[in-house]
Structures are given as structure tokens and as C-alpha cells.
């Protein structure tokens, strides 16, 4: 399985990175790092995330990390990392078409 990161998920843990960065430039570095471990660990196991409450679609997933969700498709040979959002804000549809 290939890791393919949306311009959307990219901008999202840019913004969280800056955010985080005001209080603590370190705990920045190390929320975009385990991030991105995160991530890593979906090609080998694509499935291990749960179904994403808002969609119905068996091919959309998430992982949480902290109070973060990472929000990826399944295709055949590819993991699309949609968007990064925090747990309490709506995801709206559009980040996930």
C-alpha cells in the first residue's frame, strides 16, 4: 500500500502544527512526528482504523490520535489521507468526497 497525503491533510496538520507551536515549538514537532508514525503503520494494516461515525461508507476510516482524528479512504493499492481534524469540530462532507 502507497501513503498519499491530500493538500487539504497537509494544510490541516500545518495549521494544528502552528497552533500547537505558539505554547510549545517542541510539542509541535513531536505531534507532526507521531502523526506522520501514525500514518506509516496504515500500509501495512489499512483496515485497523474504525468506520468514520458521519459516513456510511466502508472505505473511509479514521485513526485518533489524542484529540485529533486522521481521517483516509482504502482503495485497492492506495491509503488517501483526506484531512486532519480535532474531535470536536464537524467534518464536513466536502473534506471527505
Known amino acids: ?4 497525503w491530500s493538500p487539504l491533510a497537509i494544510e490541516r496538520v500545518s495549521e494544528i ?3 500547537i507551536a505558539q505554547d510549545s515549538p517542541r510539542a509541535a514537532v513531536k505531534w507532526v512526528d ?3 508514525k501514525k500514518v ?5 494494516f489499512p483496515k485497523s482504523g474504525r468506520r468514520v461515525p458521519e459516513t456510511k461508507r ?3 476510516q479514521e485513526i485518533l490520535y489524542g484529540n485529533y482524528r486522521i481521517i483516509y ?3 485497492p493499492n ?16 466536502e473534506d471527505i468526497a
Open 58 to 60: 466502508m472505505d473511509i
Open 73 to 75: 479512504r482504502i482503495s
Open 40 to 44: 506509516k503503520r496504515l500500509k501495512k
Open 78 to 93: 492506495d491509503v488517501f489521507i483526506l484531512t486532519v481534524r480535532h474531535g470536536k469540530q464537524i467534518l464536513p462532507q
Open 17 to 19: 502544527a502552528q497552533y
Open 34 to 36: 507521531t502523526v506522520f
Open 1 to 4: 500500500m502507497k501513503i498519499v
